[in-house]
C-alpha cells in the first residue's frame, strides 16, 4: 500500500512538472491558433475578399468548368500547380456556390490550421514541444504579416503542400520514433503518399521527398534487429505511399485520353519552352532579383541552416566511429535530420522554378520555423532546466523565448491589419462585383452565360459570376508567351501549346460566348486581334462595344442587323493591335 501511494505521489510530481513547463508551449499555440481564425475571419465577409486576382481568379474559374461537366483539370505549368490542388478548389465550390471568393478564404484558414496542428503534432511526438510552438508562431507571422497579402493569405498551391509536407512529418515520426517497436508500415505508406500529394497540388513539393526519402533508408538500413524482409519492407511501404497518388492521377488521365496533355503541362513546358525562354538578362536579372528581393531571409536561414547540420554531424562524431555510420544518427534523429534537409530542399526548389514571386518561398517558411524552434528547443532543454525540483526554470527559459515572440507577431499583425483598414485597395477587395466591367456584364448577361477573356485576366470569371467559355482562362499557352520575355512573334508562335488554338477556336464556336473581352495589357500587350485565327472569329460574329468598363475592349455578340445599328460600334472597322514585336 505504501509503494502504491509512493508510486501515485511521485506520479502526480511528474505531472504537476509537465503541467507547468508545459504552460508556456500551450499559450503559444492557443494564441497562434486564435490568431490565424481572427486573421482570416477578418476576409471572410459575405462575399470574401479577392486576396490573388490572378491566382484565386482562374483557379476559381477552373473549379466552376469541372463542376460543370469538365471534371479533369486542366494542368497548370505557369505556376507549377498540378491536379490535386483544383480538385481541392473545386470541392470547396461544390459546398459554397460559384460567384464567391470565400471557398478561398475558408481553405486558406483550414490549410493554415491543419499545417499548424500536423506541424505541431510531430514536435510533440518527437518530443520537440517547445519547437512546436515556436513554429506555430511563427508561420502565422509569417503568413499575416511579414508576407505580402496576396502570397500569406492567397489560397494557393504552397499552402497545399505546407498541410501534406507537415503530415508527412507527423506519419513517419509516429512510425519511426520508437526503436523498441516494429515501425507502422501504413503510416510511412501514408506519409509517402501525403508527399506525393502534395506534389500532385505544387509541383515544387516534390523536392521534399529525397530528405524524407534518407530518413526511411536509413531506418532500414541502421535497425537490424528487424527482419531484413521487414526492412525492404519499410523502403517499399514509403514507395508505394509515393507512387500509388501518382498512378491514380495518371490513370484517370490516361482514361480520359488525356495522358500527354498531363505530360506536356507537366514536363514538357517547363523543360522546353519555359526553362530555354528565361535566358541570358533574363536569368540574370531573375538571380539578382531573388537573392537581393529575400536577403533578409538568406542572411537569416544560411547561419541557421548551418546550425543545423553541425548539430547533426556533432551527433554524428560522438556515435559514430565512421562518417559512413552517419545514417543511425539519421535514423535516430530523423525528426532533426529531415526538418534540416527540407530547410535547403525547400529553398532549393522555391528558386529552381524561375519564378520570383513570394508565395513560392511559403514552402520554406514552415520548415526554417520548424529548425528554428529545433535550435532554441535544444537550448531550452538542457538538463540544468528540466529539474523536478526547480519546474520554474523550464517555466521562465520557455516564457522568456515565447512570450516575446508571441508579442512581437501580436504588434506586427496589429500594425498590418490597421494598415488594411486604412487601404482602400484592401477595402476594394470585397467589392469585386461593383467593378465596371462587372456593372456592364450585369446589365448585358445573364449568370447563366458564358464569357472569354483574351489575356491573364480571369479575375472577372469570379469577380463578375460568369462562366468560363474556355479551358483557357488564361491564354499564355495559345499566344506561346512566356509573362515578361518579349521574343519575336514566330519565337512565340513556335511556343503555342500543341493544338491550343485548334481547341480554344473550336470551344468558342461551341459556346459563342455572350461577350469576349480583349485585355492586352495584362498579357504584354498583346491583342487577340493580332493573331489571324481569333481575330476572322471576332470580327465575323461580335461588335466592339463602346462603353468603358476599366481596361479590357469588350466584344458583344452581332445581332442581325449588323453592329452600328445595335450598339453604335465600330461597325466592320477592326482595331489595329499590333503593338508587339512581329
Known sequence: MRDRLHSLLSWAWKARTRWI????????????????ISANL????????????????????????MLEGHCLPYVDAVSHRG???????????????????????ALTLLAMLLTMGFGFAAACVARRAMAGAIFCLIYFGACATSMFLGDGLGFGGEHVVNVFGMLALLCLTVALRNRSRRPNLALVALGGAALMLGSLSKQVGVAALAPFGVWVIAAAAERRELSRTFRWGLVAAFALGVFAPLGIVLARYAIAH??????????????????PAIRGAERSRFLQDAFLGHFDLLLVGAPLL???????????????????????????????????????????AANSSLRNFGHYYLVVVPWAALLLGVVIDRVTTRPSLQTRRFPLRSLLARSAVLLPLAAVVQIGWWCKSREFVANPEVRAMF?????????????????????????????????????????????????????????ARAIEDARAAPGSRD??????????????????????NRSLMSYDFLRTFVVANYCVDRVSIGGPTAWTRKPPEGCDAATGGLGGAVPRADSFRK
Open 503 to 524: 481547341i480554344l477556336l473550336a470551344e468558342l464556336q461551341n459556346e459563342t460566348p455572350a461577350v469576349i473581352f480583349d485585355s492586352p495589357t495584362s498579357m504584354g
Open 306 to 348: 548551418g546550425w543545423g547540420v553541425s548539430l547533426l554531424l556533432a551527433r554524428a562524431g560522438a556515435r559514430a566511429g565512421r562518417p559512413r555510420d552517419w545514417k543511425r544518427v539519421y535514423s535516430e534523429q530523423g525528426f532533426d535530420a529531415t526538418v534540416v534537409t527540407n530547410v535547403g530542399a525547400s529553398l532549393l
Open 258 to 275: 488525356e495522358l500527354s496533355t498531363f505530360y506536356y503541362y507537366t514536363i514538357t513546358y517547363n523543360l522546353s519552352v519555359y526553362g
Open 83 to 105: 491536379p490535386v490542388f483544383y480538385w481541392i478548389v473545386a470541392l470547396a465550390v461544390k459546398i459554397s456556390g460559384y460567384g464567391t471568393w470565400t471557398p478561398m478564404r
Open 21 to 36: 513547463c508545459g504552460l508556456p508551449i500551450t499559450f503559444a499555440c492557443g494564441y497562434a491558433v486564435v490568431l490565424t
Open 431 to 487: 467589392y469585386t462585383q461593383d467593378w465596371p466591367i462587372c456593372r456592364f456584364l450585369q446589365a448585358r448577361t445573364k449568370p447563366t452565360d458564358s464569357i472569354f477573356i483574351w489575356g491573364f485576366d480571369p479575375a472577372p470569371y469570379t469577380a463578375c459570376n460568369r462562366r468560363s467559355a474556355s479551358r483557357y482562362v488564361f491564354t499564355t499557352f495559345v499566344a506561346g508567351y512566356v509573362p515578361w520575355v518579349d521574343d
Open 42 to 65: 477578418l476576409f471572410m465577409r459575405p462575399r470574401g475578399a479577392m486576396l490573388h486576382k490572378w491566382d484565386e481568379g482562374y483557379a476559381l474559374a477552373f473549379a466552376r468548368r
